[in-house]
C-alpha cells in the first residue's frame, strides 16, 4: 500500500482509486499516510463495496483579491488550493 502512494505522489495523477478489496484496518492506514503526505481522502460505498479515493490539491494560480480591490483594502495576490473531483466521483457525492 505505501509504494502504491509514493508512485501516486511522485505521479502526475490528481487523484488514486483504491479497491475496495481492502479491509478497514487498511482504509485507516491510508487515511493516515495519505495525512503526512498532505493529502486528502474519502471514503465511499457501504460494506464490503466501499472504497477510498485519495487526492492532491491541485495549486491554482493567484487571482486578485476582489473584496481588496472593491472594498479600498490593500490590492494584492490571493492564493488558494482545491480538489478536483473527476466526473465519476462528482456523480457518486450527489
Known amino acids: 500500500l505505501c509504494a502504491e502512494l509514493g508512485e501516486f505522489v511522485a505521479s502526475s495523477k490528481t487523484q488514486?482509486?483504491?479497491?475496495s478489496s481492502?479491509?478497514?484496518l487498511e482504509r485507516k492506514f491510508l487515511h493516515e499516510q495519505a495525512e503526512l503526505r498532505n493529502l486528502t481522502?474519502?471514503?465511499?460505498g457501504q460494506?464490503?463495496?466501499?472504497?477510498i479515493c485519495i487526492f492532491k490539491e491541485v495549486a491554482v494560480a493567484p487571482?486578485?483579491?476582489?473584496?481588496?480591490a472593491t472594498e479600498?483594502?490593500?490590492?494584492g495576490a490571493v492564493s488558494y488550493s482545491a480538489v478536483?473531483?473527476?466526473?465519476?466521483s462528482q456523480q457518486k457525492i450527489i
Do not use: N
Request: hydrophobic share 30%; net charge negative.
Open 84 to 88: 478536483f473531483l473527476d466526473e465519476e
Open 63 to 68: 487571482v486578485l483579491s476582489e473584496f481588496a
Open 41 to 44: 481522502t474519502q471514503s465511499f
Open 72 to 75: 479600498g483594502g490593500s490590492s
Open 22 to 24: 481492502i479491509t478497514g
Open 47 to 51: 460494506g464490503r463495496e466501499r472504497y
Open 16 to 19: 488514486l482509486q483504491m479497491s
